[in-house]
Structure formats: C-alpha cells, structure tokens
C-alpha cells in the first residue's frame, strides 16, 4: 500500500516498508546528534549546540508524522 503525505515542500508516497527505513535513518541520525551535542556542551560551544537542539526538534517533528502516517495506514 502506498501513503501520501506532505512533507512541507511538497507531497510524498512512500510504502510502508520506506517509511519504516525512513524512521530507523532518522532515530540513527537523533542518536549521532546527541552524541555530538554532548561534546559541544563539554567545549562550550553553546551556539552550535542551540542548532543541534533545532535539528532534534525537526528530527522529532519528522518521527511523530511518520508514525502518525503508519498507524492511519493499518
């Protein structure tokens, strides 16, 4: 089955199995952002921390529609 959703630019299709591969590359990348977020606060680098805590917001933001785009498809 195909799903259509917008993605905020323009409209999408994906199957289930993409939108599942979709949603494990995003909870990798939240995972490795995390990580880098950590090192920065250790440096002090607070402003790049402040962009990292918006890419965890859009990553997030990403997540909860994809989820919401499964479970509407069951």
Do not use: H, P, T
Not at 18 to 33: A, F, G, P, V
Request: aromatic fraction near 8%.
């Amino acid at each position: 089955m195909l799903i259509w959703f917008w993605n905020g630019e323009r409209w999408m299709v994906m199957n289930r199995n993409e939108i599942e591969k979709r949603m494990e590359e995003l909870k990798s990348d939240y995972i490795r952002i995390q990580g880098d977020m950590e090192k920065l606060e250790s440096l002090g680098k607070n402003s790049n921390v402040a962009y990292s805590e918006k890419l965890l917001e859009e990553i997030e933001l990403e997540l909860k529609q994809l989820r919401k785009m499964l479970n509407s498809a069951v």
